[in-house]
């Protein structure tokens, strides 16, 4: 999945969450912990990889189970519940749109990565973060140009409005209120 994408199903299963358990819109902080925990994986694994070779391939070590489950308990005992189960939803719910990502696009699920380093990752030579970046850029721009794309795109696009207009619903959480009030004595 595309940053973006990730990050509207993790506010949009989050956003779920804070309605239907507590009864109301989902605050500021556990907003920002959500959208960085759906790239964390990403921000974590690629660079490693792609970049300084670190690991095999670019979902090895956060994408895999064994990392993230420890790190969402850890973060749930460290930081709390509103705190943690922000970070949960947006780590795994990364981790679960990158299983289903492929039968989107017409394959079938990917979950050998979970399973890293039990489960081998083929090895990928990379040239570095930014080529790779455009690389799958480009890919993703050849396939929008297709007639399959179109079809995607317009579902992604009504996806992202969608998110957007429950994020306005919500009241903006994660952006700073300005004060509507002039300042005196400027």
């Not at 989050?14 to 964390?40: E, F, I, M």
């Not at 943690?84 to 394959?107: E, I, K, R, S």
């Amino acid at each position: 999945m595309l940053p973006w994408e990730h990050l509207a199903v993790g506010y949009l299963w989050y956003s779920a969450w804070s309605h239907l358990r507590d009864g109301r819109r989902p605050s500021g902080r556990p907003v920002v912990v959500v959208a960085v925990a759906t790239q964390l994986p990403d921000l974590i694994d690629k660079p490693l990889a792609w970049e300084f070779g670190l690991l095999p391939g670019g979902q090895t070590l956060a994408h895999s189970l064994v990392f993230a489950l420890p790190a969402v308990a850890f973060v749930l005992g460290a930081f709390g519940s509103r705190i943690g189960v922000a970070f949960a939803v947006g780590y795994l719910t990364h981790l679960a749109g990158d299983v289903v990502y492929p039968m989107v696009l017409g394959g079938g699920p990917r979950v050998s990565f979970l399973l890293w380093p039990f489960v081998e990752s083929a090895p990928a030579e990379s040239p570095g973060f930014l080529a790779e970046t455009w690389a799958i850029l480009g890919d993703a721009w050849q396939f929008m140009s297709s007639p399959e794309g179109t079809v995607y795109l317009t579902a992604e696009l009504a996806l992202l409005l969608a998110v957007f207009a429950l994020w306005r619903y919500d009241g903006h959480p994660g952006v700073p209120r300005r004060s509507m009030s002039p300042r005196i004595g400027r």
